[in-house]
């Protein structure tokens, strides 16, 4: 390969209760939150299992993506015979630039970096590019930045989505919806000229052209459609909303899942599946806000709710990944570039 190492970036996620307020300033760029919403949040993270100590095992989200990380080295040949895996979080340990000084010390002089997150968009995608290049100042970069029509990405969902659907409307007794989703944005992000700015963080550029990602997300579940018309889903039996809306100022994009699942009882459904596409492996997005705060609203409408079960360490996404590595998929990339400081 023409690379010397591969930088899998994910966002982050605190190793104790008490590290939330830090976490949280590093997801916000260092505006202060409230503190009934930092409470909020241990409450969330407490119920789906963070103490005030480490536990025996790491979070979910640092557990799984590390667990990626080694997949893939071990599908490249492993680190003596290809290029070596490294992880980087944006907004905890161990930190992109960390881990690129670590990469710069190792004798790394040229990587290629793939978010863990398929479906390119400025709010995150946008964030870790800058994260990246400011940290590897005269290394080579390549820098992924979208993959969601990997039809084995699609592959990886369809074998998730296929067992759970058929299992629901076997129950059911009738064929129930399927809803994808996808983690919301702030509505500015996703605009141009003046509105595509305002609130943001000082220095943020204006943008001339729309964000591909609510795009890309419907794109990857319309795909995970077309893997299961051979079992019989139709295109009327899915639905796409976003999940998981921000505390920050402003509108966020929609339609929100609570919307949605109130949509559908009011159109008669006993029962709906929940798909993310926009998450490769379990978090606070999934274990919380579906498993624990969706279930809740869909008890409180009489509607059933199942998920179909998370990524993780599929076979099928570590063989997506790979393909992104060797460029068998051409993903969305940057030209190579070379960062100055």
């Not at 982050?12 to 590290?19: A, K, R």
């Not at 009934?36 to 536990?55: D, K, N, S």
């Not at 970069?141 to 759970?164: H, I, M, Q, S």
């Not at 139709?234 to 949605?260: K, L």
Request: glycine share 8%; with cysteine; hydrophobic share 45%.
């Amino acid at each position: 390969m023409s690379h010397e190492a591969i930088l899998l970036l994910a966002h982050g996620t605190p190793d104790v209760l008490g590290e939330m307020a830090e976490y949280l300033s590093k997801v916000t760029g260092g505006r202060q939150l409230p503190q009934e919403v930092v409470e909020e949040l241990q409450h969330r993270y407490a119920q789906i299992g963070l103490g005030e100590a480490p536990g025996i095992e790491a979070p979910p989200l640092t557990k799984w993506t590390f667990t990626q990380g080694y997949l893939l080295e071990q599908a490249l040949g492993g680190p003596k015979d290809s290029a070596k895996v490294y992880v980087g979080m944006r907004n905890w340990h161990p930190y992109i630039a960390d881990v690129v000084a670590q990469m710069r010390a190792d004798g790394v002089t040229q990587f290629k970096a793939i978010c863990l997150a398929p479906q390119n968009s400025r709010t995150s995608v946008g964030l870790y590019r800058k994260a990246v290049l400011d940290a590897a100042t005269g290394m080579e970069v390549e820098f992924v930045t979208g993959w969601a029509e990997n039809p084995l990405l699609a592959k990886a969902f369809a074998e998730r989505l296929w067992p759970v659907w058929a299992e629901a409307c076997a129950i059911s007794g009738q064929r129930v919806p399927v809803l994808f989703t996808a983690h919301s944005v702030p509505c500015r992000t996703i605009m141009t000229g003046e509105a595509s700015i305002v609130g943001a963080r000082p220095g943020t550029p204006m943008q001339l052209t729309p964000d591909p990602y609510p795009v890309e997300a419907k794109r990857t579940a319309q795909m995970v459609v077309d893997r299961l018309s051979v079992v019989g889903m139709r295109p009327i039996d899915w639905y796409f909303a976003f999940q998981s809306q921000g505390v920050s100022g402003g509108p966020w994009i929609g339609p929100s899942v609570e919307e949605t699942l109130k949509a559908l009882k009011a159109q008669g459904e006993v029962g709906v599946v929940i798909q993310p596409v926009g998450f490769l492996c379990d978090h606070v997005e999934i274990l919380y806000d579906i498993d624990i705060a969706f279930q809740e609203t869909a008890r409180e409408l009489d509607l059933k709710l199942w998920r179909a079960e998370s990524l993780n360490d599929s076979p099928t996404l570590i063989r997506a990944l790979e393909q992104v590595v060797t460029g068998a998929f051409a993903a969305t990339v940057d030209e190579r570039v070379t960062p100055t400081a």
